[in-house]
Nanobody
């Protein structure tokens, strides 16, 4: 079993920044065996891919809507991934979810939320105009 705990959400003005964290743990959990992703869901909308990262940080993918503004990175020693969000826009308002799926260390993560087996509880990000 894998537990994912997100933190760092909140209310920020447009143009501001937030950093989300996702700490992963589990009795038999091995961080290098998982790709990590962030998704978001706004009220009345479907869950949307934001970013994903494999064990090797070069394999990082972003949604076009956040590319150049968001940076996803992982601290493998701490079993934690971070989503640095800059130049936030009101349309970034959503509940943000951290997720994990099994992957080889050299593989990149998936953009499809259906491939993720483990999810955090979500953290609210609200960007005011």
């Amino acid at each position: 079993q894998v537990q994912l705990v997100e933190s760092g959400g909140g209310l920020v003005q447009a143009g501001g920044s937030l950093r989300l964290s996702c700490a992963a743990s589990g009795r038999t959990f091995t961080f290098s065996s998982y790709a990590m992703g962030w998704f978001r869901q706004a009220p009345g909308k479907e869950r949307e891919f934001v970013a994903t990262i494999g064990w090797i940080a070069v394999n990082t993918k972003y949604a076009d809507s956040v590319k150049g503004r968001f940076t996803l990175f992982r601290d493998n020693a701490a079993n934690t991934v971070y989503l640095q969000m800059n130049t936030l826009k009101p349309e970034d308002t959503a509940v943000y979810y951290c997720a994990a799926h099994a992957a080889s260390p050299s593989a990149s993560g998936s953009r499809d939320y259906r491939n993720y087996a483990y999810w955090g509880q979500g953290t609210q990000v609200t960007v005011s105009s």
